[in-house]
């Protein structure tokens, strides 16, 4: 599993694309936002949590279908499925590296691009928080649908329409543990929510996309 | 013994919905045009809402069956997963147009009795909101029908989907209600509490709710035999090419 994940990694910084396009993604559409709503400080302040959240979302949604697809064209995925470990696992550790490459950078990078959206001052460190918790969810549900979609041509837009219902919750809880803690209110419960959705998503989706992946490698 | 498996098997299960089916496309448009009609042009006016109150012959049936249709499918992809019956995946193909038909006339009824009543056609309400997430459920099972041309694995993933899209929408379900209190009014009708409206629109409303229902058998049975028959040229497609 660790060779698998450092594998990913490598491939992932190697290879280009994948890893620093996320990030410009997410810097591009919040420095986007300010162009269509207009500079007024207080406006951009009281929906910098929901921007935010939003463009890691869609930055995250960029590199979902990288996850299965060069490995099921170049037949590693075959390999991968015969391996002595079992696929929920590689579905795992893929979903880990998909999250260092993607997730990990995009929560470093927040806070940074919440100066540019003149976020509240307490909001900086349960932004953070928040994509830190937020975050792996998205990339285990991604991967699920990464698995669905893997045989298919034209699998992107796609991908995009049967993955984004399901982040609606994640995104839910984590724009709202921002905003209170933007606002200073109490933050206990949105961060156990959305804490929640990210185990409960590690425990049980790989299961999912590994059943999902036997049927497309059948 | 008979069984209910018995109709897994796609000779018999075509056989009993050919001798179904003008039952209950009869009974459907029976029921249907007893409650409309009557619920239209005998119910009195509600003194607040005035005949706007009507819009709820269409509109509480269809969003229930919007929500049963998706368990129809849950339900279906389960046995299709456990038991192999090919029946059961097209059924749940058949009914998923059926289910997203249903969602749309409840939001757009919705929509119009809004209108008038809350001022808006539209507000970020759970109730709302989580329909319109159910639209968007519908459509990517649908889509991946669509998209994978291997009817087995095609059963295969869309049940797969449907598993894990029901644990989310319940998700989202709370989701929503935790983020915005909304606007949308309690339930209207429910099992274990007194009902809150009067028996004058109660009855016409139970009629139409059971042609709803009705008529989503009935187009289920119809849409699975199109289904069954689209498979069965299939199949003949694929010897043919082989001979």
Known sequence: MLALFTRDLRLAIRAGGGFGLALAFFLIV???????????????????????????????LLSLDRIFALDYEDGSLDLLATAPIPLEAVVATKAA?????????????????????????????????????????????????AALT?????????????????????????AELTRRGAEGQAVETPLALIAGITLGAAALLPFAAAAALRVNLR | M?????????????????????????????????GLVWGFFFTPDDFRQGS??????????????????WIMMLLASLIWIVRRHHVSALAAKAAAP?????????????AIWGQPMWGTWWAWDPRLTSFLILFLFYLGYMALWQAIEDP???????????????????????ALIFWNQGLHQGATLSL????????????????????????????????????????????????????
Do not use: Q
Request: include cysteine; glycine fraction near 10%.
């Open chain 1, 30 to 60: 919040t420095a986007l936002v300010p162009f269509g709503v207009g500079p007024d400080t207080g406006v951009l302040t009281r929906i910098a949590p929901g921007i935010l959240w939003v463009g890691a979302l869609l930055a995250c």
């Open chain 1, 97 to 145: 590296a998909h999250w260092v490459t993607t997730g990990l950078p995009l929560t470093l990078a927040a806070p940074l691009l919440g100066v540019l959206l003149n976020l509240a001052p307490g909001g900086y460190l349960w932004l953070t928080i928040s994509l830190a918790a937020g975050t792996p969810a998205l990339s285990i549900i991604g991967t699920f649908g």
């Open chain 1, 150 to 174: 893997v045989g298919l041509k034209r699998g992107g837009l796609l991908l995009s329409l049967l993955v984004l219902p399901l982040y609606v919750p994640t995104l839910i809880f984590g």
């Open chain 2, 2 to 34: 008979a069984s209910v498996w018995e109709f897994a098997n796609p000779r018999k299960f075509m056989a009993v919905s050919d001798r179904a089916l003008p039952w209950l496309f009869t009974l459907a448009g029976a029921a249907l045009a007893i």
């Open chain 2, 52 to 69: 706007t109150v009507k819009i709820i012959y269409l509109h509480v049936p269809s969003a229930m069956m919007a929500i049963n249709a």
């Open chain 2, 98 to 110: 059926i289910g997203v038909t249903f969602t749309v006339i409840a939001l757009a009824t919705g």
């Open chain 2, 152 to 174: 087995d694995t095609a059963a295969d993933l869309t049940s797969v989907l449907c598993l894990v899209g029901s644990v989310f929408a319940v998700i989202s379900r709370y």
């Open chain 2, 192 to 243: 274990d509490k007194e009902e809150n409206i009067a028996d004058v629109f109660y009855f016409p409303l139970l009629v139409c709710i059971a042609g709803f229902v009705l008529l989503f058998i009935a187009l289920v049975f119809y849409r699975t035999r199109t289904e069954i028959r689209a498979r069965r040229l299939y199949a003949i497609g694929l010897k043919e090419r082989m001979v």
